[in-house]
């Protein structure tokens, strides 16, 4: 070199911070990419498919309208399915509810329960309205329905559940069930068709 260029000071010093700046860049952005590549994976491995939920059975007892109040026991079984391979479900608090036009009828707690992967839970839900005001054309309604035969109502399931993966375990999350609408014969002869739930996580 005949001709060095003197170089400025006050950029001697800074080369080598802009090099510790790159470095820390090229590093933090290796760390995104992999961390990407590792939930991938784990997303490919695990791969979370939606719980399917389908009521298989209800009837309806001790049916009583008097003076727009309402006494009854609605049983329903209700079927869960966790067809993932594998996550299994904590049920860590389940309330089942049954609806007539947006009004609630009856509401209770379910057993709390344990799903593995790939199961199947059958579980029953028992509700009982004593004397339950009914509002509007309700009491009207409720009995033309009663007269036909069957009650068209909504049965939902609001549930506190964490997922298990191997030894991880998630937050709690809601979990929300409405089946509807659930067609319940009076008469045990008329058989029940099953009806599916849509599954709100
Ligand atoms: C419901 O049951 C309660 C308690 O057994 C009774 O007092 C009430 O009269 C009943 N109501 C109807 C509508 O049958
Ligand atoms: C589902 O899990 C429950 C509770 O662990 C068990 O009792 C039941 O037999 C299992 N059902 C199937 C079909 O594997």
């Known amino acids: 070199m005949n001709n060095p260029q003197p170089q400025p000071p006050r950029q001697k010093p800074a080369r080598p911070r802009l090099s510790i700046l790159r470095l820390i860049a090229i590093v933090f952005l290796t760390l ?4 990407g590549i590792a939930v991938l994976i784990i997303w490919l491995v695990v791969r979370p498919r939606h719980l399917v939920y389908t009521v298989e059975d209800g009837s309806i007892h001790s049916f009583n309208i ?9 049983d329903f079984i209700l079927r869960a399915y966790n067809p993932n391979n594998k996550v299994s479900v904590y049920y860590d608090s389940i309330e089942a509810r049954v609806e007539y036009d947006d009004q609630t009828l009856a509401s209770d707690a379910v057993q709390p329960f344990f799903q593995p992967h790939k199961n199947v839970t ?4 028992k509700l009982k309205s004593q004397s339950v005001a009914l509002f509007g054309s309700m009491p009207k ?13 909504s049965v939902q399931i609001k549930a506190k559940i ?4 191997g030894a991880w375990k998630s ?3 809601i979990l929300r069930v409405y089946c509807s609408p659930v067609l319940v014969h009076f008469s045990s ?12 996580l």
């Open 32 to 35: 995104i990419i992999l961390v």
């Open 66 to 74: 008097a003076d727009n109040h309402l006494n009854s026991t609605f």
């Open 141 to 153: 309604d409720l009995k033309l329905e009663r007269s036909s035969g069957g009650v068209e109502l």
């Open 122 to 125: 059958r579980f029953e839900v």
């Open 189 to 200: 002869s008329r058989g029940f068709e099953r009806t599916y739930c849509d599954v709100e």
């Open 171 to 173: 937050r709690h999350m």
């Open 162 to 165: 964490r997922f298990k993966v």
